[in-house]
């Protein structure tokens, strides 16, 4: 049962576009995730977000920014796609220092 | 910092015998331990996690795991795979302090045949 909502599930998109992808949680999580997924690889973290107004980025250089202007709703948007951008994108949240992340869908990203 | 090693990048094992996934820690600072699984066009779910006590843990869909400190492992097990386990595992390591700075594996694909 998912609570935590992608949109869209699958993106084509070429070079040079703006794009954002959507993610809201219906659960009030504080803490929210964005994490790029690529095969066989671990998942990396690309921003993160203690609450409104709060976002920082992750361990991984990303050209992404992020906004958390509602507790529910952490969209992530690329000014100009590139097809190096080309990945998974998961979205996530937690209750609290300890607690798991519980994950959205994913958005399947396809820059050519 | 953490990180975490998957020690098997696939799994092929046969309906109704038993798996065992490898992962391996390395920490300098406590730490909390988790097993996603993500099934095909999905993300990933929880399925078992140590934050402390008993180091025997168990989790949904009959898996369980142990976490050894002295080996710094975290392996999971199941007695009997059924087809419907076929998908990828994830190995998580996080502060205790900070699940900003959870790091995962590079994920088992456990594949069970007929």
């Known amino acids: 049962e998912a609570d935590i909502y992608q949109t869209p599930r699958y993106l084509v998109i070429g070079t040079g576009k703006k794009i954002t992808l959507e993610c809201s949680q219906t659960m009030g999580h504080d803490k929210m995730y964005w994490y790029q997924q690529d095969p066989g690889m671990e998942l990396h973290l690309i921003h993160y977000?203690?609450?409104?107004?709060?976002?920082e980025k992750g361990d991984l250089s990303s050209e992404s920014t992020v906004s958390r202007i509602r507790t529910e709703h952490f969209p992530l948007t690329l000014e100009s796609a590139r097809p190096s951008h080309t990945s998974q994108y998961l979205c996530?949240?937690?209750?609290?220092?300890?607690?798991?992340?519980?994950f959205g869908n994913g958005t399947r990203l396809t820059v050519t | 910092a953490q990180s975490v090693t998957q020690l098997d990048s696939q799994v092929p094992v046969f309906e109704e015998a038993p798996v065992e996934l490898r992962c391996n820690y390395s920490s300098s600072v406590s730490v909390y331990l988790f097993w996603y699984v993500q099934y095909p066009n999905q993300g990933l779910q929880l399925l078992l996690k140590?934050?402390?006590?008993?180091?025997l843990v168990k989790g949904i869909n009959g898996f369980e795991a142990e976490f050894n400190k002295s080996q710094t492992s975290f392996h999971l097990r199941k007695p009997s795979v059924h087809i419907s386990d076929t998908a990828e595992y994830f190995c998580?390591?996080?502060?205790?302090?900070?699940?900003?700075?959870?790091?995962f594996g590079a994920g088992t694909r456990l594949t069970v045949k007929p």
């Open positions: 140590y934050l402390s006590g008993s180091t």
């Open positions: 977000s203690y609450g409104v107004n709060s976002t």
């Open positions: 998580a390591v996080s502060p205790t302090y900070n699940n900003n700075d959870m790091r």
């Open positions: 996530a949240s937690s209750a609290s220092e300890g607690s798991p992340l519980h």
